[in-house]
């Protein structure tokens, strides 16, 4: 049962444009959310992060939009740059004073110079 | 300031041996996670420590299966009489607890276990 869900495997982007990347959840108790981003061989670093309360974050080029009523975020990246092809994962925190971070799959973003 | 630092980060052993990997957090982060990832899958979480004691277990960690951090500061993660199905990336993290609330989790580069 995937709490967690990144429906898009890859994406492919031109450098310069927007990078969109989508995560649904299910489990209504999580109330904070986490973008990493790994590299292969590497462990995941920490992008961005929001919490339910709110419904963006900024960051830079990256901003994280939550819409809590369809339990769905997403990740824009812009401009995109060839440095950002990675992988990015979406997590949630939440439920029952849990500390544990519940990960989806993962999406595999190539930025194409 | 260093990351958080796990070793080794390449182990190779047969089946139904004992293996032990360390995990180093960033300093003065009270938190320490363990985390496990196989092909096409996120990281699963297996067990957290706040200061020396752990607080969460997954029902992912059997019982060959054990993990301590005895001072509050580094963590070992022990499985004892390895299967095949234990190869994954063991990932280690660590954050800073500011009292109520969630904070970030700063992940180590993994130990990538292959067991033969």
């Known amino acids: 049962d995937q709490q967690v869900k990144q429906n898009s495997p890859s994406l492919s982007v031109q450098e310069g444009r927007i990078s969109i990347l989508n995560c649904d959840y299910t489990?209504?108790?999580?109330?904070?959310f986490l973008w990493y981003k790994k590299y292969p061989a590497e462990g995941p670093t920490f992008l961005i992060s929001i919490s339910s309360i709110k419904d963006k974050n900024e960051d830079g080029r990256f901003t994280v939009f939550l819409n809590k009523s369809a339990k769905h975020l997403s990740l824009h990246i812009v401009p995109s740059q060839p440095g950002d092809s990675a992988v990015y994962f979406c997590?949630?925190?939440?439920?029952?004073?849990?500390?544990?971070?519940?990960f989806g799959k993962g999406t595999k973003l190539s930025v194409i110079p | 300031d260093t990351g958080v630092s796990q070793d080794p980060r390449h182990k190779i052993t047969k089946r139904g041996q004992n293996v032990t990997f360390r995990c180093d957090p960033i300093?003065?982060?009270?938190?320490l996670y363990w985390y496990r990832q196989t092909l096409g899958q996120g990281p699963e979480f297996l067990t957290y420590?706040?200061?020396?004691?752990?607080?969460?277990k997954s029902r992912l960690l059997s019982d060959r299966f054990s993990a301590e951090r005895p001072k509050g500061s580094f963590s070992t993660l022990e499985i004892q009489r390895t299967e095949q199905g234990d190869s994954a990336m063991y990932l280690c993290?660590?954050?800073?607890?500011?009292?109520?609330?969630?904070?970030?989790?700063?992940f180590g580069p993994g130990t990538r276990l292959t067991v033969l």
């Open positions: 420590f706040q200061n020396e004691a752990q607080l969460e």
């Open positions: 993290a660590s954050s800073l607890s500011r009292g109520q609330g969630y904070n970030e989790q700063f």
């Open positions: 997590a949630a925190l939440g439920g029952a004073g849990s500390y544990q971070l519940t």
């Open positions: 489990n209504s108790m999580f109330d904070y």
């Open positions: 300093s003065e982060h009270n938190r």
